[in-house]
């Protein structure tokens, strides 16, 4: 049973088309990791899904319910973790979920259990007296995850939620959705971080600019490729004419360089390792050399033609 259905959406901004007849379901009690290079459309696609924009044009219904009428019903059992952290300074952690539990009308000695357990589940108890100042940025990003929990929604829609966090706050993070999906909770997870997708989805989909282009588990998804094979070359001199003759071998798909890496995306069994392998010694030598099989990360390079953190740091 789909908990979230979207069906042709557009959505424009003045001339920008962010969102271009998009199909979805979110299936209930499933983690549904969204990827996308930016730009692609998933801030636009969690907004208008949690009701925050409108759109130009098609139907959303959560719960098996139209948005249209019932916005207000269906934002009692959403949740939305924003990619900026939405919490007040100057409120401690407890006040902080004191508020957001209010917005949703609990109050009294439900509203300070409700706080308590919260507080307990993102491992903030021995802080709720402190203001969010004093925390680190994952203790921040726990807390904001915290307001989007207070009032126990059954769909969490979190917007990149472990950005610039250390290790050990991401894995926090990541065992937070685990238990709350073992609770029943249906997530909605985007990200630029491949490894996290990898970790916690039960399926993923695929967008690029506007249009959703590919979705299925993750062995789906790569079983999508299963024609293409990965080579890796460490070359001595890494060069844009060396690559060129790369990229203009029969059945090469992708290119890719960083330093002296060179990552070949190209059709099984056409003989590009021997090829790629000799052309890179006449332009100077090689390394190392290996052929793999593809991976989720090569899915989205072969779908997008894009890395997934294009632009970004890390
Ligand atoms: N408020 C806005 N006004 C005008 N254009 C916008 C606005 N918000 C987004 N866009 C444009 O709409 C498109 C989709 O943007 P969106 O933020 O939804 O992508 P995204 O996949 O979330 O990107 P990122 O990974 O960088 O967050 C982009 O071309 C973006 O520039």
Known sequence: MAIAYMKNIVKRYGTQLALDNVDLDIGNGEILGLLGPNGAGKTTLIYSLAGLIGIDSGEIQLFDKSQKGHMIEIKRQIGLVTQEISIFDDLTARENLEFFGGIYGLKGKALKDRVDETLEFVGLSEYGKRLPTKFSGGMQRRLNIACALVHRPKFLIM????????????NHVLETVRRLNGQGTTILYTTHYIEEIQ?????????????????????????????????????????EILLEKLRNLVGVKQVTQIGRQIQIISRVGSGNLDRALSIAKDAGG?????????????????????????????
């Open 159 to 170: 917007d990149e939620p472990t950005v610039g966090i250390d290790p050990q706050s991401r």
């Open 199 to 239: 970790a916690i989805s039960s399926r993923v989909v695929i967008m690029d600019q506007g249009h959703v282009i590919a979705q299925g588990t993750i062995d789906e998804l790569v079983e999508k490729i299963k024609h293409e094979e990965k080579i890796k070359l460490e070359v001595a001199e890494p060069s």
């Open 286 to 314: 090689v390394r190392s050399v290996s052929a793999e099989k593809p991976t989720l990360e090569d899915v989205f390079l072969t779908l997008t033609g894009k890395q997934l953190r294009d632009g970004e740091e890390g």
